[in-house]
């Protein structure tokens, strides 16, 4: 800044500017009741715990007066409405509509007969955990959601025996109404809610089997679409609340810096400004509209100091792993990889720092009054945004109410609640609500990117061909020991998020203690491939930059470095790159079924590609699923072509095949902008990136086409979401190679064919 | 202040706002149209997208003021002419190809196709890349935005007549 060398706490101008923040008890700790519902104490939760039945409440859309409420997430009004509330977050994948399709299934009413909504968090509809992510909603809901839906119709079935002295099994429910065949009658659920009511909530309701399924399994229209092709769903941005103000966050330039001095008075002065407050993220400028926060944005002077990482840079980080010699921890050790001999091949692959950026930028709106912390945003974790917010508070989690809107985009950014807390900052600061609004610099630079990683890897052929020995060594950085971000969301994982880590990612690590961290390494073990001997090992490093889940996780990274190298070992063992991992997968049949399955579709070894494409194949297991991936591709004056994607995916059972397509093709689109282009980078301890110019998407002239099988096993239901991110990448550097003979360790692609080419015309390597 | 009047979804408004101020922040603020979005505030990426007489325009740079007295037409406004409650065939073919995932930029999609087929009626391939590559969709529904598109204007996959 220009003029800012005097202590800001002796300026009266700017000290008037520096409002204390986290005064810990603004929000008066009491158990609070809003609209407590009569009759909610003890509704039956199935796939989870029994709520209590003092859990602090607001109104929400199934309180219907006189309805009948069998559980949290099903009412049945006696005017034949029938709601839902749905205790996920949708973000684009699907999960409303399927979950919706399972209640309408059960229930026997109309998929467009359902009213769906998006509840408040609560205990109670946390109990079929509300945090969205790992690919995990329909995989872990295919069975309480339908409970939740059958006891429904149980009890409607029984209320009509009750009244027509019948044998419940002579009935059955279709079309909202309970109906007698034998005897010509029937009636209408709204009929019958009051002597549901008096009904027993069936302990185990009975679910249907899959082969009884009218409304699952079919390719069901999206309920979301009509709503977001008018304009009508609203997002987490399009929130407004009475009396409510904007602000613009100005974060800092460089990683952990902080503010030294502050000069708001030209600010101040402009139209609309509420306050300038300083926050442990930055300054944010609240007005009274949005342009105006931005608008007086650029006229607050700041002087920044260094921050914690002044000299951090990418470029030094990549050196200083590659340097590295730490051996770190086994996460997997088979047979001897030390006895074996043969020909043996090393290589070093690096991945780069992605940032999420959904097409909604990241945004809150929080009112802190009295004895309540109400927010709205969109987010993959009411429950950690609760604990977040209280914790900055020093209130109770039900003192905080999260409403959860569509979500613009998330692929795990929305898992972390930084904006939120921004917000409830500035609400409690300026005594108004306040929505926070990221530009889309804010959001590039917003500090939470997957993890930069180095990785070294080395196989064995013995004599015959075969491979006897893989090694894999991974140097990443933890994610979950970058979660509480400095410390100033402690604790991030709530006990109650980190049970259902427990619960459903028990195979990957020990949520207890957090220790056996083994996403860096997933991706690498558990191959289905038959190697005999097998090491797999990570060691971790740390930052200044703050890690995230990102779309697929340790899979994005590690299924590039391993695929990419076995087709490095099919080449060195002078076999064909799907015939070497077909021959290893003979024992692995879901693999097997995948690969064989994308060989077929694209007549792998016998058809003629055009000249100059090169055409790669790739396959893994991830989040409980099989997929791989054939990509055509080729380089037209130095830039790279994407021509065709055969995908065949195998998660078990689709609730909706269609959708499923479309997440495949969705992921393999995300992935390409990632492999082809993504990457931050930091200088100085400042990210290089910032708007769509800098940080390059993919765009519709650029993506190829994309050919999808499903495979329908009848095994458990595996994710959707994720595991075609991963196979994208290699499957594209293995098409590279064989158009181009360049060899690509490192990702992002075009840049690093740009300087393989310009050292092959050097006459390097 | 000057009162910039403006003519949205043909109904007349006028707000009290400096002229230069970014239509997109009008719209969302001021009149309280939020289905157009904002996503880069640099015409980078589409979502802002509106009608200003018929021409698709990215409301984040546009200055309200250069547009005073002429037709906008949002998202919100893109089925009159329809029957009450009735989608246009180009949002009925987005929502029967299951087009939108998280939808958050399909609002600028939609605003882009539906000035393509109005100056070009049956469009090609390259036709609806030219023109729909200035939407960034990061879900990455492209190739179902083709196929709603080719549906809308009674065209099969490669772009000839059905």
Known sequence: MSEATQDPASSPEASKAIVPLLRRGRVARRRFLLGMLAGTAGLTIYGGVRASADEARVPDPNDVEGAFRPNIYITVTPDDRVLYGFPKAEMGQGTMTGFAMLVAEELEVGLDELEVFFPIASKEYDALETATGGSTSIVTGFVPVRQAAAAARMMLIAAAAERWGVAPDSLHAKAGRVLDDANDRSASYGELVEAAKQQRVPEAPVIKSKQDFKLVGTPARRIDSAPKVTGEAQFGIDVVVPNMTRAVMIHPPRIGAAVVSLDDSKAREMPGVVDVVITPRGVGVVAEKYWQAMRAAPAVEIEWDEGTGPSFGTENLRAELAARTDEGHVAEDEGDVDAVSGTVLEAEYETPYLSHSPMEPMNAVADVRGDVCEIWTGNQGPSAIQEAAANQLGCDRIQVIVHTPYLGGAFGRRSHPEAAIEAVWLSEAVGRPVQVIWSRENDTRGHRYRPQSHNRIKGTLDASGELAALEFHAQSQSIFASLDAGGLFPPVIPPRLRKWLAGNLSRLFDSNTLLADTIPTEGATHLGYAIPNRRVSYANFHTPVVVSWWRSVGYSINTYVVEAFMDELAHAAEQDPYEFRRAMLQDSPRWLGVLEAVAEMSEWGERELPEGVGRGIAVCFAFGSYCAHVIDAHVDEGTIVVDQVYSALDCGYAVNPDLVVSQVEGSVIFALTAALWGEITMKDGAVEQGNFDTYRMMRMHEAPKIEVRLLSSEEDIGGVGEPAVAPVAPALANALFMATGHRLRRLPLQPELDRARARADQGGK | ?162
């Open chain 2, 1 to 162: 202040m000057l009162e910039v009047k403006l003519k949205v979804n043909g109904e007349e408004r006028s707000v009290d706002v400096p002229e230069d101020v970014p239509l997109l922040w009008v719209l969302r603020e001021e009149l309280e149209l939020t289905g157009t979005k904002f996503g880069c505030g640099q015409a980078l990426c589409g979502a802002c997208t509106v009608h200003v007489d018929g021409k698709a325009r990215r409301s984040c740079v546009t200055a309200v003021g250069d547009v005073a007295g002429k037709a906008i037409t949002t998202i919100e406004g893109l089925t009159q002419g329809e029957a009450d409650g009735k989608l246009t065939v180009l949002q009925q073919a987005w929502v029967e190809g299951n087009v939108p995932q998280c939808g958050y930029c399909q609002p600028g999609q939609l605003m882009m196709a539906a000035a393509l087929i109005r100056r070009c009626p049956k469009p090609t391939d390259a036709q609806i890349d030219a023109t729909m590559s200035g939407s960034i969709c990061r879900c990455g529904t492209y190739p179902r935005i083709r196929s709603a598109i080719h549906a809308a204007t009674g065209q099969s996959e490669d772009g000839g007549a059905k």
